[in-house]
């Protein structure tokens, strides 16, 4: 490529890999992507944590593999944007900048008795008051709060003055800055069930009560803002501009060119995310939603209305490493769709709660449990049965946007890894009797925070991202009345397991109708 071009680069460091993306600096285009896998770690039932220096070692690949691939020079850079896992914590030592210990993942429950005695207390209203979060263990202030009492490490920090604690953007800007920036944005910040939601500010009533010192904690910023600049990296030159920090959903709706009210969209990625631009207007969910914010632009901030299903790739990934129905996530599709017959399917559930239930029920002991397996059962029906499984998850959280909003849903934009799969989209129209239109950049949440960045260097005006938006296609609902009189059957068994199994309401409780 010419070196007379401008690149702006994307860091999107997610759940099970990062992906550095580059868009052009001169119309804004999507040039190319390089995404590095990194693993999990499990230490017990329940638990989920990811090694930083893996991490940051991922993050250091994938930008040095895109960049040859592309044929561009680090110089050409620009611009950086960040987006990132939300709520995971990671504890940094500020001094070395080393991490201490390992980060512990949003997915993780270790801190579920916790929350259970928050709520018996009766401080759950005063959270979901304050935050606009659920008390629930997603959140970050349980995690730090674990890291002060549980990890030695983070004691002795603690005691010199030498802790920090970040999600995993502010970890990142930390090393990309050598040690000069420590702050994150408000979409992050909003996650850490310690940030006054009105005011933009951390809470000093909610620090008090997780016992957490302010000066532990990145400073808040609006979304699109000066970041620092890279400084002594061995894969990137000095000097380059970060200028925008995206927590990962609130990203993908701004790559979905979500700035207008009642823009909506829904990503599939390790789970799937359903977030509203709410504009202005701060609304407190009845229906199992989060409140969160959108972003914040020029001290101004934008609200949205979120639903969170922990698993929906991360189901796909499971078939394919621990059970070994597939070698590859793509099989998934083939496979699923020579399960063509209604009548086998029938009575096969999966229902993807490895990680608990998030949105609408907030249910954090559940597990996850494929029912009505018998003797014919085969791996064909069992992957199809998974897709339907993520895509009855998704319908929950449509359901819960139509009752907070008192309409329902009329079309819905995708994205993220799994979206690429038709059948899965296919089934979503279907089950949830909504037009699903998917972009021709998936890749929505690199995208929005590259796009984000260019804002933030004043390449780009906020208003004019509108343009960059292209259908690739749009799944409709089925005409076919057998097929969707078998979702509807679907989704009455799948209320009905949901609330045996979990939600311990009698056995002669009637399931819900999907109306």
Not at 220 to 234: A, E, M, R
Not at 441 to 457: D, P
Request: net charge neutral; charged share 20%; aromatic share 10%.
């Amino acid at each position: 490529m010419s070196s007379k071009q401008t690149y702006i680069l994307a860091i999107d460091q997610g759940t099970t890999g990062t992906t550095c993306a580059l868009i052009s600096g001169k119309d804004f285009s999507f040039i190319g992507k390089r995404t590095v896998e990194f693993p999990q770690h499990f230490p017990t039932p329940g638990e989920v944590e990811h090694n930083l220096d893996e991490i940051w070692e991922s993050v250091r690949k994938a930008a040095t593999l895109l960049l040859k691939k592309m044929e561009v020079k680090s110089n050409q850079i620009t611009a950086i944007g960040i987006t990132n896992q939300r709520e995971t914590i990671a504890a940094i030592h500020k001094q070395s900048g080393k991490a201490l210990g390992p980060a512990i993942v949003w997915q993780d429950r270790r801190t579920t008795n916790y929350c259970n005695q928050l709520i018996s207390e009766g401080k759950d209203k005063l959270i979901k008051e304050k935050t606009g979060l659920t008390t629930d263990p997603y959140f970050s202030g349980t995690k730090i709060k674990w890291l002060l009492e549980n990890r030695p490490e983070v004691k002795r920090a603690l005691q010199e003055n030498n802790a920090l604690f970040g999600t995993i953007d502010a970890f990142l800007l930390y090393r990309l800055t050598s040690g000069e920036v420590f702050a994150t944005d408000i979409t992050n910040a909003s996650r850490y069930l310690l940030m006054n939601i009105k005011s933009g500010e951390w809470d000093n009533e909610l620090l008090s009560l997780f016992g957490i010192d302010p000066k532990t904690l990145p400073e808040i910023k609006d979304t699109f803002s000066s970041f620092g600049k890279t400084k002594g990296l061995d894969f990137l030159p000095d000097g380059i501009p970060i200028t925008c920090l995206f927590g990962d959903q609130q990203s993908a709706l701004f790559g979905q060119q979500g700035i207008e009210k009642g823009d909506i969209k829904c990503t599939y990625g390790t789970g799937a995310f359903m977030l509203m631009n709410t504009g202005s207007d701060l609304i407190y969910s009845n229906s199992g939603l989060l409140t969160t914010v959108a972003y914040r632009h020029q001290g101004k901030t934008a609200y949205a209305l979120e639903g969170s299903s922990y698993i929906a790739g991360a189901a796909i990934q499971w078939m394919r490493d621990q059970l070994k129905v597939i070698t590859t996530s793509a099989e998934i599709e083939v496979l699923a769709k020579s399960a063509s017959s209604n009548e086998e399917m029938e009575h096969l559930l999966f229902l993807p709660f490895f990680s608990g239930i998030g949105s609408p029920y907030w249910f954090s002991h559940a597990k996850g449990a494929i029912l009505g397996i018998t003797r014919d059962t085969t791996r064909t029906h069992l992957a199809r049965a998974c897709l339907e499984g993520v895509a009855l998850s998704v319908n929950d959280l449509m359901h819960a946007f139509a009752h907070d909003l008192k309409y329902p849903i009329s079309a819905i934009s995708v994205d993220g890894g799994a979206s690429i799969n038709n059948l899965l989209m296919e089934m979503q129209a279907s089950i949830s009797k909504t037009p699903i239109t998917r972009p021709q950049v998936i890749e929505t949440t690199a995208y929005g925070a590259a796009l984000g960045a260019a804002i933030g260097i004043g390449a780009l005006n906020f208003s004019d991202i509108k343009g960059y938006w292209k259908e690739d296609r749009t799944f409709r609902p089925s005409s076919n009345r057998e097929l969707m009189s078998y979702y509807e059957r679907k989704i009455s068994m799948w209320k009905e397991s949901i609330e045996r199994l979990f939600l311990k309401k009698s056995l002669s409780t009637p399931a819900h109708s999907n109306s």
